[in-house]
């Protein structure tokens, strides 16, 4: 590896020379889709020398855009190049300070002069990789980690202790050992805290404060704990972190505020540091009081289940990246920020596509990271252009599409079937205490339903599960009342004097108690049932309906009624998408027509279908919106493999072949396809915007017996054992990498290579922070993961069990011979036992004929409280047997010479006769 990074090194030198960047041009140090700029070759190309991907390309002072400039503090803006305004007034007045840093860093960098360097203004990841790469080789005065809480950590230093100092005691540490191979050594040691390195990232936010620098020294570490993943939380949901000035200190709030605004447009919650403690304070939806109490791990859970953070970064929602502290002191935030010190992960990685498959499937053996990496690939078809730089980014905007049901979830079994899967006919008793049979959507036609009318959902505010309610105004057709309500953005019903129809009195209202059971149960769904985001149809007639709006508020009463009516104070707001309107809608209800009940909720079609058949009518419900966002949507489906794909999926299995989908434009094509399904009138289509990914387990049914009509509509991504993410880590002397590998070649030469065991079951022992919890970790996984997937795969054939853990050649002959092999066979996890005849005859009598042919043998596990699973050795001789022997032989040898001077020494002394 150090070789192959020497060289890029090397490769960057001859390519960037030291002597030749006073000649450098602002085209040849930053350009758009240029892979050999000089920006280019710092950030990506050498990213293996060392990290400086994340935040905005401002951190190189200048550079180019590919699109319109944002107005951003700090920052101005040519026709073509954007800069960091102090460094100059214009484009070349920038690049020459630039260029000038540049050449000033490369010189002290090669002439060791880090003082120097520390002193120049300029974005400090950039400015320390720069110095990296110009030192002098053969006297290195800095290694590859720019991160100052990185460094930090691995120093052990505190926040005022310098780059500089930092770099020196690295140095010091590092000795006659290889510069690339120490840098290494010490990015893995950092993977190994990064819970240390985050806080300290965090805590770097806040440094000016000087209250929380004093306080950090006296809080207990589970208010620092919980105060950091409070923090963390409220960042992974987009809300900005900021804080106040007071004359005892500073307050730390979450919420919403701009920078360069004099207040929060909106603060979710507050932190008062003290010395003792950290108080809270949660602002969001109390008006009139807060919610008081101290920083706990007690209060994280309960907020992070609260789900309120998602509910306030839904209602303040953001399109840029989440302010933090440093950001409004000062114009160059967005060179330092929290998401550059971030450790990276495993550097090899399963790489999704760039552009989503329609449908595609993760297949692999147990343990693959297929349910892991599922979350990445349903983000990435949800929303292409979202980006992220750490796992807790990821998960937050997964759960908040999950929330918002644009993702969703469903697992196949042997039993599951079209009628949960698409539709199917539920029994339903109605008000007049008859059986109907009603048609209940599955959760793929729900899904479907949704994906179609995702823009219009969007641009009118329309609930994923809305409710679509049928009103009589004022009876059918045009009224005054109506044409009042359609005016005026009302939805109006009778009835007034009933009054307050929320009223805990109501029971006790005598004009309501004696209304009959239908108006009864108009009034209660109008007032209690129906909410913001339902869709309303108003009816014209028996058959058809005259206006179609989405409800955008709460049931209110209004004394006064509307217009020349005063008994119509019922009121729902409304905002009507399409009025003046006769639309039949006769076919798409079933056939049925509207009942005289004046409000009820109508079943039998969804909203796409109502968009759908405006459309068909050539009804533009939309003409000020020229442009409509559509939403991509995903359904996971877990364990594909499982169920019966053709009593599944039934006449779908065509539909959801990428050139059989309706554009989500709903402008049919040639090639598009709609088909009646069995329960419901409206032709049924698949839309393009509609993402399905499928997982599947090797162990459970191999790629080759799967479906063919399925395999031809798939695009499949393997994902296999990849146990050199571990990168030969050691646990008590055990290599994680090749005790791996070892186990899964055994066992795909003994069974076959879908079954082999995945890196999951061996990563907790991994990320372990300590070396006795790794062990602790690696005892579990043989224990309850792997020994008993391995009975499974191999249906308790405990001889190949014993073949692939090594336990048949931990001991060669019928008995050990030596204590040396005596402490071998002791390493064995299955135990093989031969039965005598006597033994044989004492359990089955004479005539069992059981050793005609081959010995009997019998094979036990060892107990899970038995001393092997403790001893390292025990699982390093699953691959390096013959090491463990010759250690074990040694140790033997050592013994038994330490014995042999004992007893010389007391026979000269004669004690021993």
């Known amino acids: 590896m150090e070789v192959v990074e020497q060289q890029l090194w090397n490769d960057f030198l001859t390519r960037w020379p030291r002597e030749k960047l006073s000649d450098l041009t602002l085209e040849q140090y930053v350009s758009v889709n240029d892979d050999d700029t000089f920006t280019y070759w710092l950030e990506t190309k050498t990213r293996e020398l060392g990290s400086i991907q994340g935040n905005t390309s401002a951190k190189f002072g200048i550079y180019k855009r590919n699109s319109e400039g944002k107005k951003q503090s700090g920052i101005d803006h040519g026709e073509v190049y954007t800069w960091r305004n102090r460094y100059g007034n214009n484009e070349s007045m920038v690049f020459d300070y630039v260029k000038n840093v540049l050449i000033q860093v490369a010189q002290a960098a090669y002439e060791g002069d880090l003082d120097k360097i520390d002193l120049i203004d300029f974005a400090p990841l950039v400015k320390w990789k720069i110095a990296f790469l110009y030192q002098d080789q053969d006297k290195p005065v800095l290694i590859n980690t720019f991160s100052k809480p990185m460094l930090e950590v691995l120093t052990s230093s505190n926040n005022k202790v310098s780059f500089p100092q ?3 005691q690295l140095i010091l540490e590092k000795g006659e050992q290889d510069l690339l191979e120490f840098g290494d050594a010490c990015w893995k040691k950092a993977e190994h805290k ?3 390195i985050l806080q300290r990232t965090i805590f770097d936010q806040f440094s000016h404060i000087e209250l929380f620098n004093r306080g950090l020294e006296q809080w207990p570490l589970d208010t620092i704990d919980a105060f950091c993943s409070l923090i963390t939380e409220a960042n992974s949901h987009k809300l900005d972190v900021f804080t106040t000035s007071m004359s005892t200190g500073a307050m730390i709030r979450i919420g919403r505020k701009e920078l360069g605004a004099a207040k929060a447009d909106e603060v979710f919650a507050t932190f008062e540091p003290t010395l003792k403690k950290i108080n809270f304070e949660l602002r969001y939806e109390h008006r009139d009081g807060y919610e008081c109490a101290e920083v706990s ?20 929602s953001i399109k840029r990246k989440a302010h933090w502290p440093k950001s409004y002191l000062n114009d160059n935030a967005s060179d330092v920020e929290y998401d550059e010190y971030q450790i990276a992960e495993a550097r090899e990685k399963y790489v999704m596509q760039n552009q989503s498959p329609l449908n ?10 297929k349910t892991y990496h599922t979350i990445e690939a349903a983000v990435k078809a949800a929303e292409p252009e979202f980006s992220w730089e750490t796992r807790g980014e990821l998960k937050a905007k997964y759960d908040e599409l999950v929330t918002a049901k644009r993702i969703r979830f469903v697992t196949f079994h042997q039993s599951y079937g079209y009628e949960e899967f698409v539709e199917g006919l539920k029994a339903k008793t109605t008000e007049e205490k008859s059986i109907e049979y009603v048609v209940e959507n599955g959760v793929f036609k729900e899904i479907v339903e949704d994906a179609k009318s995702s823009d219009l959902r969007k641009a009118f505010e329309v609930n994923a599960d809305a409710t679509i309610w049928k009103i009589s105004i004022d009876g059918t057709g045009q009224s005054v009342v109506s044409n009042y309500c359609l005016a005026n953005g009302l939805a109006a ?13 109501l029971d006790n209202n005598e004009y309501y108690q004696k209304l ?26 028996q058959r058809t309906v005259q206006a179609v709006g989405v409800i955008t508020g709460d049931y209110h009463f209004e004394q006064a009624g509307t217009s020349e009516y005063d008994h119509y104070c019922n009121q729902l707001p409304v905002n009507w998408l399409v009025t003046d309107i006769d639309v039949d809608f006769h076919e798409l209800n079933g056939g049925v027509n509207f009942t005289q009940k004046t409000f009820y909720e109508l079943w039998r079609f969804s909203v796409s279908d109502v968009f759908d058949l405006l459309k068909k009518q050539g009804i533009d419900i939309n003409p000020v919106k020229a442009e409509r966002e559509v939403e991509n949507y995903v359904l996971v489906i877990d364990e594909i493999n499982r169920g019966n794909i053709s009593k599944i999926f039934g006449e779908l299995i065509t539909l959801i072949e990428p050139s059989k989908r309706m554009p989500a434009e709903r402008i049919s094509t040639d090639e598009c396809l709609e088909i009646s399904l069995p329960h419901s009138i409206p032709l049924f289509s698949v839309p393009d915007n509609l993402y399905l990914i499928g997982t599947m387990n090797t162990a459970d049914r191999s790629l080759a017996m799967m479906d063919t009509a399925l395999r031809r509509r798939f695009d499949f991504v393997e994902m296999m054992p990849k146990p050199e993410l571990f990168g030969n880590k050691t646990v008590k002397g055990i290599d994680l990498t090749q005790l791996l590998e070892t186990l899964n070649e055994r066992i795909e030469i003994l069974y076959d290579r879908e079954h082999t065991l995945g890196h999951a079951f061996l990563f907790p022992a991994f990320n372990a922070e300590t070396e006795d919890e790794a062990f602790k970790e690696l005892q579990l996984a043989f224990k309850n993961k792997i020994i008993p997937l391995l009975e499974e795969y191999f249906f308790e ?42 033994e044989l005859t004492n359990l089955f009598g004479t005539k069992h004929n059981l050793n005609q042919y081959d010995e009997v043998k019998q094979y036990f596990l060892k107990d899970k409280a038995d001393d092997v699973w403790k001893e390292p050795n025990a699982y390093k001789a699953i691959y390096a047997l013959d090491e463990v022997k010759r250690a074990l032989l040694k140790a033997n040898n050592d013994n038994q010479e330490q014995s042999d001077n004992t007893e010389n020494q007391l026979s000269s002394e004669g004690v021993v006769d």
């Open 166 to 168: 930092m770099y020196q």
């Open 194 to 196: 990064r819970k240390e």
């Open 297 to 316: 791990e007690e209060l994280y859970q309960r907020t992070r289940k609260s789900k309120k953070l998602a509910q306030f970064a839904k209602q303040y």
């Open 360 to 369: 595609q499937i993760l297949y692999g053996p147990p343990g693959t990271g």
């Open 493 to 505: 019903i009778g009835w007034g004097e009933a009054g307050e129809l929320l009223s805990e009195d």
């Open 516 to 541: 009959g059971p239908q108006v009864k149960s108009s009034l209660s769904e109008f007032s209690q049932r129906s909410s913001a985001g339902d869709l309303i149809l108003c009816i014209g007639s």
């Open 797 to 838: 054939d405990w001889d190949k069990i014993r073949l692939v853990l090594a336990d048949n050649q931990k001991l060669e002959g019928k008995k050990p011979e030596s204590k040396a092999e005596l402490e071998l066979a002791k390493l064995q996890f299955v135990v093989e036992k031969d039965l005598s005849p006597k």
